[in-house]
Nanobody, 115 residues
Framework: QVQLVESGGGLVQAGGSLRLSCAAS????????MDWYRQAPGNQRELVAL???????NYVDSVKGRFTISRDNAKNTVYLQMNSVKPEDTAVYYC?????????WGQGTQVTVSS
């Protein structure tokens, strides 16, 4: 059974930093690409950042230069370092992966950026 458990969300002031973590179990973590998505109220869920099994990364334009995705295969964990956060970064952030044709999501962690 695949499980993705996010942590690290919370309330932060604009310009501040936050680090999200996602611990994965039930998969061979090192061979899977991992993603972070977010969903703000009234908006569709959007892909924020992804990291391949080979640690190549890609970001949505709105977070480039501010967010960094990374992975620790020894800990089966993927991270999202969020710097210089803005009120528009406020959303529920979800960890995601695909394994054997199935999509797997974490429960989400709320990030709220105050202005």
């Amino acid at each position: 059974q695949v499980q993705l458990v996010e942590s690290g969300g919370g309330l932060v002031q604009a310009g501040g930093s936050l680090r999200l973590s996602c611990a994965a179990s039930g998969i061979i973590f090192s061979i899977h690409a991992m993603d972070w998505y977010r969903q703000a109220p009234g908006n569709q869920r959007e892909l924020v950042a992804l990291i391949t099994a080979g640690s190549s990364t890609n970001y949505v334009d709105s977070v480039k230069g501010r967010f960094t995705i990374s992975r620790d295969n020894a800990k089966n964990t993927v991270y999202l370092q969020m710097n210089s956060v803005k009120p528009e970064d406020t959303a529920v952030y979800y960890c995601h992966t695909r394994s054997r044709g199935y999509e797997h999501w974490g429960q989400g962690t709320q990030v709220t950026v105050s202005s």
